[in-house]
């Protein structure tokens, strides 16, 4: 959905919504080529050269969703939480204090800050349509609420790393409440993830909530209907990879793809294209990339499959 009424001409932003059945819809607040241009030089220039924590994997160079979840293979247990609303969470103060804090000036901190957050127009908001269960109001009016004032807007290329940042402080306080449960903690954007051993699982209640408290102290909100905990008798997943004993692909998942690929030989890839991707080799290419980084002999085996794909048809 597009930002309704001619005052979108005026505005540093582009909004779109993502339909998420039975939860508010997540706005995506993509700026224009110029902000977009000013925001990238100060990505390179300011905030890679500041480290994020070392718990932090999400946008940090080196780092992706397998380091993040290779910290948790092979353990007994694993509990994750999602952080509710996470970009929309963090406000102009934290990220003014995050510019502070690297040593800027107040105006200048002020400046950055300012070319680096936003509000969501009103027009756009009071378009949407309201959620038709009850119980999603209050989620869907907090929400409005933290669009409504200064924030990160999720869509920025400056958002991931300041919110990184902004999330230091959580990140040490989750990173000591994990050494003293003898576990082990590691956060990939919204999602935080311990794990460990039998002993853990027991202290699960105490876990739950602390987390709830210290986020809550740091500004932001857990989602409980998104946590999970899973021993290893069950599928443990970390930001969609299994870990039960190395970062690997889900084997239903693996398994939709060669089925994919192998169709695709048979009957010609344009049959197998049901979301019209535009670059439908390039998709699968991508796909295939990806078990390959996780399992480098199922890689080559969907590469075999996918090299028997006659392109030409």
């Not at 030089?41 to 993040?68: K, N, Q, T, Y």
């Not at 990173?175 to 002993?199: E, I, K, V």
């Not at 002999?297 to 006659?310: M, V, Y």
């Amino acid at each position: 959905m597009r930002d309704p009424g001619t005052g979108g001409r005026l505005r540093n932003y582009h909004y779109a919504t993502i339909v998420r059945p039975g939860r508010s819809p997540r706005v995506i607040e993509r700026p224009k080529p110029r902000l977009k241009t000013i925001q990238r030089r100060l990505l390179h220039e300011i905030l890679d050269w500041i480290p994020a924590h070392e718990a932090a994997h999400g946008f940090v160079a080196g780092r992706s969703v397998i380091s993040h979840a290779s910290r948790h293979s092979g353990r007994f247990v694993v509990i994750r939480f999602d952080l509710r609303d996470f970009f929309a969470s963090i406000k102009a103060a934290r990220v003014y204090g995050v510019f502070r804090t690297a040593g800027y000036p107040e105006a200048v901190a002020h400046t950055l800050t300012g070319l680096t957050t936003n509000v969501v127009s009103a027009s756009f908001w009071h378009a949407l349509p309201r959620p038709a269960d009850p119980a999603q109001l209050s989620a869907h009016h907090r929400l409005a609420r933290q669009l409504a004032t200064p924030h990160l807007p999720q869509g920025a290329p400056t958002s991931p790393a300041l919110a990184n940042l902004a999330a230091s402080r959580l990140d040490r306080r989750l990173t000591g409440l994990a050494a003293r449960l003898d576990a082990t903690y590691s956060r990939y954007a919204d999602d935080l993830t311990f794990s460990g051993p039998a002993r853990l699982a027991r202290q699960t209640p105490l876990l739950r909530r602390a987390v709830a408290d210290i986020a809550r102290e740091e500004g932001f909100a857990v989602n409980e209907a998104k946590s999970t905990f899973v021993t290893g008798a069950g599928r443990q997943l970390v930001c969609g990879v299994v870990v039960n004993r190395r970062p690997n692909l889900a084997r239903d998942e693996y398994d939709r793809l060669k089925a994919i690929l192998h169709n695709a030989a048979l009957q010609g890839p344009a049959t197998q294209n049901r979301s019209a991707h535009e670059d439908f080799r390039a998709h699968l290419l991508g796909r295939i990339a990806w078990v390959a980084a996780l399992n480098h002999d199922r890689g080559e085996k969907l590469h075999g499959r996918f090299a028997a794909i006659d392109w030409n048809e």
